[in-house]
T-cell receptor
Framework: GAGVSQSPRYKVAKRGQDVALRCDPI?????LFWYQQALGQGPEFLTY????????KSGLPSDRFFAERPEGSVSTLKIQRTQQEDSAVYLC???????????????FGDGTRLSIL | QQQVKQSPQSLIVQKGGISIINCAYE??????FPWYQQFPGKGPALLIA???DVSEKKEGRFTISFNKSAKQFSLHIMDSQPGDSATYFC?????????????WGAGTKLIIKP
């Protein structure tokens, strides 16, 4: 597709369950970001991939959060033993270039709205 | 500390009026300042962006004004239309461990009254 695609669009899980959120970036984009957006707030950085390498995971809130991008394209954000405070919209963004090539626009998907009951 | 402060939190403007949203930043290492528009249920969409070597950038009805010495930048929407009603986010980024992550403002909910 032409844009960043995320699935599922909505996910409801019971507290304690594991969830997996998928991101299909724009084809050929080197950089991939995950952000968490709480209701009524701006997105907050979670983690960054350059191709398959996870170069920054400083924003992951706990060791229950895990992200991967094994072949440098599709990425999965996994949350283990979900808690109510994990309820948020999870946004994925991709960028054509690596960070070393300068600051370029990030293109966002429509997010996955995660609700933990 | 890396922070971007955005105001106002909400804004109501009459159709045809000028909408103005302001942001201030602290980190002088920031070198890219985008504005994003977000509709309910959608991801943020890049509207316009500016780099610190210019003081103003205009694209159609949207203008960014940038004041490097004051560490402030603003979005002006001319001839505001009901279709502009959305939440607007300013953001900033600079080289940090080679990733240029975006640091976001808290957002401004803009309502254009017909």
């Amino acid at each position: 597709g032409a844009g960043v695609s995320q699935s599922p669009r909505y996910k409801v899980a019971k507290r304690g369950q594991d969830v997996a959120l998928r991101c299909d970036p724009i084809s050929g984009h080197v950089s991939l970001f995950w952000y968490q957006q709480a209701l009524g707030q701006g997105p907050e950085f979670l983690t960054y991939f350059q191709n398959e390498a996870q170069l920054d995971k400083s924003g992951l809130p706990s060791d229950r959060f895990f992200a991967e991008r094994p072949e440098g394209s599709v990425s999965t954000l996994k949350i283990q033993r979900t808690q109510q405070e994990d309820s948020a919209v999870y946004l994925c963004a991709s960028r054509e270039t690596a960070g070393s090539e300068g600051n370029q626009p990030q293109h966002f998907g429509d997010g996955t709205r995660l609700s933990i009951l | 500390q890396q922070q971007v402060k955005q105001s106002p939190q909400s804004l109501i403007v009459q159709k045809g009026g000028i909408s103005i949203i302001n942001c201030a930043y602290e980190n002088t290492a920031f070198d890219y300042f985008p504005w994003y528009q977000q509709f309910p249920g959608k991801g943020p969409a890049l509207l316009i962006a500016i780099r610190p070597d210019v003081s103003e950038k205009k694209e159609g009805r949207f203008t960014i004004s940038f004041n490097k010495s004051a560490k402030q930048f603003s979005l002006h929407i001319m001839d505001s239309q009901p279709g502009d009603s959305a939440t607007y986010f300013c953001a900033a980024s600079g080289l940090r461990d080679s990733n240029y992550q975006l640091i976001w403002g808290a957002g401004t909910k803009l309502i254009i009254k017909p």
